[in-house]
């Protein structure tokens, strides 16, 4: 028989596990239950807490629960929303169990998990994406998440509709959603209850929504709106239903659902094809689908790796469904002639008859056959897990002794094993990360006049953008850990505090050993006497000619010396150069531009290319792998650009080109004095109003920088700056300010497309023109800004900053108005995604009294706006708003 404290623990932690039992776990309940004192049970709850087993919610009554795992420090929470969403962001969730959700569904998952557990319950999600990409999958992992993580219970149903179905029959899906009762129809004999009230507390999963007529569709976000509905049959009874909604389509929502009903989903998230995904992942999905068969068959598979190399680059129409059929097709078939084996063995020879091989270029060069064990099947890709990467690091540092070598064995290191390092341009431009680390490289190489080295550079991305790569690190546990930490330590300096800026800047966590691979990284990314004055480029058409030729010659000469820039065959050259611009604005600071490519007319790319008049540039045609074996040996031996490129000539017969360009980029600046994330969405936002293949540059900028005069002369050695467009005016001498207070109010939007009218034709300045004040119309901006529903937001927050004037008998300017709505819309929206409790407020003693008093007026206007989104504004958010005020 175990003892009360026992007894409490047990009892609490069954409560943890659902989410409606927590109201439960107060001293009084359970001294009731188990008819014993009141204060012996608070000691023992007290206890656990103390010891970082129980969490404690300080409502009234204090209520306890188990935590996912025992913390250091004792856990307190201000409620029980903040305990739920704490405890949900703590555990492991399904959701993180899919494929790619460290990649390339990681935003999609963070934006899901953020609306899913919105209080009270949840916001509407759209998924969309082509055929067989995993939406109705994803939908029923998100079931299971809320489960998990008790945001709803353990019998809360997951209902799914196929509106497809109904798409002929809207009176049909009236009555099965919504019930009907007796005698409503002929057949209607009783009362019944409908998908929706099934579906209360759960989740409804409406699938295919495009396919619901105009009426349903109404009908249906009537109830979206206010939980209510009739039965069919009776208008006089409301029914309720309380389910969060799950919405998929394969097709164009803009196009097929009423906008009505659109603007009242606010989360849509966009599942990748299968083609869009990277190796990794895809070869984690077909080793998952062969694990599932393997089960199944209850044999070991071993699978060739030209079938794994083929299945990665073939084009499935009907995406991941469509390779799990091909898989479980081709374990068919090679079942039927291994009965009697104990191991199944499938190669392209049991691939079912549909797959086409026509499309299927790998084929040509198909390797010596080898089989792979399943479970074999991605570890390869293991070792260069930054886990492994810290290990050798660590024996180098032991074997080395620690002197002025260590840093140049690490780069030789890290140039032997990643020297097939492949990523290309646009993966690197999708994700956050990858966006931040440009903006960041390019702000060290313009403010610090430090050069970056690309194969660095392309490391870091590849082991940290967590779309990359698999980013599974365990804690390393190394017994001279700290030694080996000293000893690198001894050769950093202000490369620490640099990385530590980029981190604070994208949120990246990371413990100690990733910490410091990333400024070993980093160093020798920086490292001047090193660092890469000269960019050498292979450009050629072809799926992969230009990574092969420059892998193969980096792999001949045993140095990382040229990037890549694969080109469709039928790309133009007009598109070739924007490419290779796009390539070079990310590496401003070389000296020299050797580009290498396979098409014949020099002139057509060489006129377009922008580069920087202080710069050599050479353009080298006909590229081969001997000529780049020949230009990189050149490198190697340090032999100038100018030379390379004569040297060349008279070793081969072909045509070359020198010249020196003096064009520069045309370029809008955004900004934003409420910090470089919002002028980030602004930039967004305008880039999204231009045409795509528009040339001139919009990027984003820190407002105290650009207000600065030699910032601005430096970033006008390479650009020409239009114009700014921000919230307040930088006063840039000579550069016209538009302020997004006209955007918003649709002044001035003519005298932009004045300014572009050089660049565009008519038809597209009017189409630039509609897009701007389609997009800066103030709901648009907010929505484009928070996944909130951005007119509510809007409203409170508008309401607040009225009371805050009245408060204080101040005026504000339109403007500063409008600055502080997209701020504060910003934090909101921050503070609710950032899962964890606010700071506790703690009024520091040294603010001024006029501080003092604002911060009460601003709590004051606010309390509506932080009750309702359950968030508390912290102290130093509320003097920057405070400043900001000041300022203007
Ligand atoms: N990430 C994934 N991990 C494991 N299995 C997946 C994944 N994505 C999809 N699948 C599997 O692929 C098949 C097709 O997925 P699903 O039916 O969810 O696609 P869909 O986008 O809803 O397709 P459709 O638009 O045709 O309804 C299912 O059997 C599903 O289990």
């Given at each position: 028989m175990s003892n009360l404290r026992d007894k409490v623990y047990i009892l609490i932690e069954k409560n943890t596990e659902?989410?409606?039992?927590?109201?439960?776990?107060n001293a009084k309940k359970i001294a009731e239950q188990f008819n014993c004192s009141r204060n012996l049970v608070s000691q023992y709850l007290n206890e656990y807490w103390e010891k970082g087993v129980f969490g404690k919610i300080v409502s009234r009554p204090v209520l306890f629960f188990k935590l996912p795992q025992v913390e250091i420090n004792a856990k307190t929470f201000k409620s029980l929303h903040a305990a739920r969403v704490w405890n949900a962001s703590h555990s492991v969730s399904p959701l993180d169990a899919i494929?790619?959700?460290?990649?390339?569904l990681y935003q999609i998952i963070s934006q899901i998990k953020a609306a899913i557990q919105y209080p009270p319950h949840g916001l509407p999600i759209l998924i969309t994406g082509e055929t067989g990409t995993g939406k109705s999958y994803l939908a029923q992992v998100i079931y299971k998440h809320l489960q998990k993580m008790k945001f709803i219970t353990k019998t809360a149903r997951f209902v799914s509709v196929n509106c497809s179905e109904y798409s002929n029959n809207p009176e049909l899906f009236l009555s099965n959603f919504f019930g009907y009762v007796k005698g409503?129809?002929?057949?209607?004999?009783q009362n019944n209850k409908g998908l929706a009230e099934i579906a209360d507390g759960g989740v409804l999963f409406l699938d295919e929504i495009h396919s619901l007529s105009k009426e349903c569709q109404e009908k249906l976000f009537q109830f979206m709106d206010t939980g209510t509905f009739h039965r069919l049959g009776d208008n006089e009874h409301w029914s309720k239903s309380n389910c969060r909604f799950v919405f998929a389509t394969s097709e164009n929502p803009e196009k097929k659902i009423l906008p009505t009903l659109l603007r009242r989903i606010p989360v849509k998230v966009f599942l990748p094809a299968f083609n869009k995904r990277s190796e990794q992942e895809k070869k984690e999905l077909i080793q998952f689908f062969l694990k599932n068969e393997q089960k199944k068959v209850g044999k070991e598979i071993y699978i060739t790796n030209n079938l794994v190399s083929f299945l990665i680059h073939y084009t499935f129409k009907g995406n991941v469904g469509d390779l799990k059929n091909v898989i479980q097709l081709s374990c068919a078939n090679a079942l039927i002639q291994q009965v009697e084996e104990n191991k199944l063995k499938i190669t392209?020879?049991?691939?079912?008859?549909?797959?086409?091989?026509?499309?299927?270029?790998e084929l040509k060069n198909t390797n010596n056959s080898r089989f792979i064990a399943v479970s074999n099947l991605t570890k390869n890709d293991q070792k260069n897990s930054i886990e492994h990467i810290i290990t050798d690091l660590y024996t180098i540092d032991i074997k080395k002794k620690p002197s002025e070598k260590l840093f140049d064995c690490y780069q030789k290191y890290f140039k032997k094993r990643f020297i097939n390092i492949s990523i290309s341009d646009s993966e690197t431009l999708n994700s956050f990360f990858g966006l931040k680390f440009q903006q960041f490289t390019r702000h060290i190489e313009d403010d610090y006049k430090i050069s970056v080295d690309t194969f660095f550079y392309k490391i870091i991305l590849y082991l940290f953008d967590k779309n990359n790569y698999h980013y599974d690190f365990k804690e390393v546990d190394f017994q001279k850990w700290s030694n080996f930490k000293n000893d690198v330590n001894k050769y950093l300096g202000y490369e620490v505090g640099l990385v530590r800026e980029f981190k604070n800047e994208v949120d990246l966590t990371s413990n100690e050993g990733e910490e410091l691979l990333f400024i070993i990284l980093f160093k020798l990314m920086v490292e001047e006497h090193k660092s890469q004055k000269r960019l050498s480029l292979i450009v050629a058409h072809g799926a992969n000619t230009a990574s092969s030729i420059a892998q193969t010659v980096n792999t001949m000469v045993g140095d990382y010396i040229f990037d890549a820039i694969d080109m469709p065959l039928d790309v133009t050259s007009k598109e070739i150069a924007l490419r290779v611009n796009n390539y070079l604005n990310k590496r401003k600071s070389f000296a020299d531009l050797l580009l290498l490519v396979d098409m014949g007319s020099l002139e057509k790319i060489s006129s377009q290319l922008e580069i920087s008049n202080n710069k050599n540039f050479a353009l080298i045609t006909n590229v081969s792998t001997g000529i780049a074996l020949d230009v990189a040996n050149q490198i190697k031996l340090k032999v100038d650009t100018a030379s390379i490129v004569q040297n060349v000539k008279k070793n081969q017969t072909i045509d070359v080109f020198f010249q020196k360009s003096v064009k520069k980029q045309d370029m809008i600046v955004c900004t934003c004095e409420s910090g470089l994330g919002t002028a980030t969405k602004l930039k967004q936002i305008m880039v999204k109003s231009f045409p795509k293949n528009s040339k001139i540059v919009i990027d984003s900028f820190d407002y105290y920088s650009i207000a600065k005069e030699n910032y601005i002369s430096e970033l006008r050695k390479n650009y020409n700056i239009l114009f700014i467009v921000g919230?307040?005016?930088?006063?840039?001498?000579g550069v016209t300010f538009f302020s997004i207070e006209d955007l918003i109010l649709g002044i001035n939007v003519k005298k932009i497309t004045n300014k572009l009218a050089v660049y565009f034709d008519q038809k597209q300045l009017e189409i630039i023109n509609n897009n701007i004040l389609k997009n800066f119309s103030l709901t648009n901006l907010t929505d484009q800004l928070t996944i909130l529903n951005p007119t509510k937001l809007l409203e409170q927050v508008t309401d607040a900053i009225y009371i805050l004037q009245t408060k204080l008998n101040l005026s504000l300017k339109n403007n500063t108005c409008f600055g502080l709505y997209i701020h504060i819309c910003c934090l909101i929206e921050r503070l609710v995604m950032q899962k964890g409790m606010a700071d506790e407020i703690n009024l520091s003693k040294t603010s001024s009294n006029k501080f003092k008093n604002f911060y009460k007026a601003f709590k004051n206007s606010f309390t509506v706006v932080e009750q309702y989104y359950s968030v508390e504004i912290p102290e130093i958010e509320v003097k920057y708003v405070y400043d900001y005020i000041k300022e203007a």
């Open positions: 659902n989410y409606e039992e927590w109201p439960q776990n494929i790619g959700s460290e990649r390339s409503a129809f002929t057949g209607a004999t392209l020879m049991e691939l079912p008859e549909k797959v086409g091989f026509e499309n299927y270029k919230t307040l005016d930088p006063q840039v001498k």
